[in-house]
């Protein structure tokens, strides 16, 4: 249990922080794998004849879906897929983590085709007190997702719980 936990000066100072841009690629493949395994059963995750009759451009990505990270062995993260030194390190020493929830904004359609370029920022640092855990340290990110028009289409905005 962290009782003492304060954010010092240099993990401040990673406050800001963008990564590289990595590439997400949304295939037809992908989306309908996403879309079965949430349990989506409208057909215009699956069919682009049906997808087309319902007015988008290819089989759209289904909500929180936007695209695969491309791994490249070697050039790629091993969990995540993400390039080297896309994410920044606060050093805050604490062991354990918790998902303090996703939220994303959407700015246009997403779908099969589009290629997506990701870059994340540390948004925000910031601690709350628990009577389970102690401290707890809150890191907010924010990705944006580019298509390959240049166009922004989703902001996704995350907070992790280190205790």
């Not at 057909?43 to 491309?70: C, F, M, S, W």
Request: glycine share 10%; proline share 6%.
């Amino acid at each position: 249990m962290a009782e003492n936990f304060e954010i010092t000066d240099e993990m401040k100072s990673k406050i800001g922080f963008e990564s590289g841009p990595w590439v997400c690629e949304v295939t037809s493949t992908s989306v309908r794998a996403f879309a079965r395994g949430v349990g989506y059963t409208d057909p215009v995750y699956y069919d682009e004849e049906a997808a087309k009759k319902a007015g988008y451009r290819n089989i759209p990505a289904p909500p929180t879906y936007l695209g695969t990270p491309i791994f490249i062995p070697g050039q790629s993260d091993d969990t995540f897929s993400f390039p080297p030194g896309s994410m920044v390190d606060i050093n805050h020493g604490l062991p354990n983590l918790l998902d303090g929830g996703t939220e994303t904004e959407y700015f246009d359609t997403i779908c099969a085709g589009d290629n997506l370029t990701c870059v994340t920022k540390l948004a925000d640092l910031f601690t709350k007190e628990s009577k389970g855990t102690g401290t707890m340290l809150i890191t907010a990110t924010e990705a944006t997702f580019t298509n390959q028009d240049g166009k922004v289409v989703a902001i996704q905005r995350s907070q992790g719980i280190f205790y």
